[in-house]
């Protein structure tokens, strides 16, 4: 089993910065790629961003291109997501998300989720 725990989300005025963690647990070294989802009031969860643990290669949903930053910490098992110039719209909950294998459609654990409030 992988336990994942995220922090760092609050309320932020909008155009502020926001630094997302995640920190792994358990058999985390049998996960190959770390994600961040969200999920806002009366929307599906959708997809932000990725990294793989090996290589830290990463992709990005379109709208957060250019804003958030995913990276990680191998040595510490943690991945963080740095928020910046938030938009009202990027308020969520965000969740954390690892996979066992890189090409697996579906990610096999899932954290808690923080919340993460942008006012206008």
């Known amino acids: 089993q992988v336990q994942l725990v995220e922090s760092g989300g609050g309320l932020v005025q909008a155009g502020g910065s926001l630094r997302l963690s995640c920190a792994a647990s358990?058999?985390?070294?049998?996960?190959?790629?770390m994600g961040w989802f969200r999920q806002a009031p009366g929307k599906e969860r959708e997809f932000v961003a990725s990294i793989r643990w090996s290589g830290g290669y990463t992709y990005y949903t379109d709208s957060v291109k250019g804003r958030f930053t995913i990276s990680r910490d191998n040595a510490k098992n943690t991945v963080y997501l740095q928020m910046d110039s938030l938009k009202p719209e990027d308020a969520a909950i965000y969740y954390c998300?690892?996979?066992?294998?890189?090409?697996?459609?579906?990610?096999?654990?899932w954290g808690q989720g923080t919340q993460v409030t942008v006012s206008s």
């Open positions: 998300a690892a996979k066992r294998s890189d090409y697996a459609p579906a990610y096999d654990y």
């Open positions: 358990g058999r985390s070294f049998s996960t190959s790629r």
